[in-house]
Nanobody
């Protein structure tokens, strides 16, 4: 079965960095685009970044452009989100997402940006 397992969240001060990972299994990872979403308290879930199956094309929400980088390692079936220059407004639960016949979500990892 398809599994998406996020890790790497935590508490970080403003201006700091975190690297999220999403380890996957149950499908041919190299054949599918992947994305990261986030959901802050009281807000709707929003797309943060996406990457094509081969990794050659990416896109980002305007709010994270220039600060976040999505990447993938098809040999490790893992997608990453490098987050730099973090701001308090980046505080949210971050989810890995896949569309493979249907929509799949990981369990999420909490990112808190606070001094």
């Amino acid at each position: 079965q398809v599994q998406l397992v996020e890790s790497g969240g935590g508490l970080v001060q403003p201006g700091g960095s975190l690297r999220l990972s999403c380890a996957t299994s149950g499908f041919i990872f190299s054949g599918y685009a992947m994305s990261w979403y986030r959901q802050a308290p009281g807000k709707e879930r929003e797309l943060v970044a996406a990457i094509t199956n081969g990794g050659s094309s990416t896109n980002y929400a305007d709010s994270v452009k220039g600060r976040f980088t999505i990447s993938r390692d098809n040999a490790k079936n893992t997608v990453y989100l490098q987050m730099n220059s973090l701001k308090p407004e980046d505080t949210a639960v971050y989810y890995c997402h896949l569309v493979f016949i249907r929509s799949y979500w990981g369990q999420g990892t909490q990112v808190t940006v606070s001094s």
